[in-house]
């Protein structure tokens, strides 16, 4: 079965910047789009950026300039590059991919979540 494995997140100061990675295991998959969803206490999950193979990432309008998914990822590994970190970007970060076992239908799959706290 295919697992998606977060790593990066932690406790970084306001302005500063912090990487998170998504890392697909497993075999007989393919990957057609990853994203990045967080979730703050007592809020609702809202979409971070998404991308497809070959395309172009898409950036929610409060973390535009700001947070990048590097155009060089391999095809089983997404990152997110954040910088120029605000306070309310404290949350829950998910990752998402939707991926195809098999040569069957695509299915959606998500990280663990790694928490990032941006604080003084």
């Known amino acids: 079965q295919v697992q998606l494995v977060e790593s990066g997140g932690g406790l970084v100061q306001p302005g500063g910047s912090l990487r998170l990675s998504c890392a697909a295991s497993?075999?007989?998959?393919?990957?057609?789009?990853m994203g990045w969803y967080r979730q703050a206490p007592g809020k609702q999950r809202e979409s971070v950026a998404t991308t497809t193979s070959g395309g172009r990432p898409n950036y929610a309008d409060s973390v535009k300039g700001r947070f990048t998914i590097p155009t060089d990822n391999t095809n089983n590994t997404v990152v997110l590059q954040m910088s120029s970190l605000k306070p309310e970007d404290t949350a829950v970060y998910y990752c998402t991919a939707e991926i195809v076992v098999a040569g069957g239908g695509p299915d959606e799959y998500w990280g663990q979540g790694a928490q990032v706290t941006v604080s003084s």
């Open positions: 497993g075999s007989g998959f393919s990957i057609y789009a």
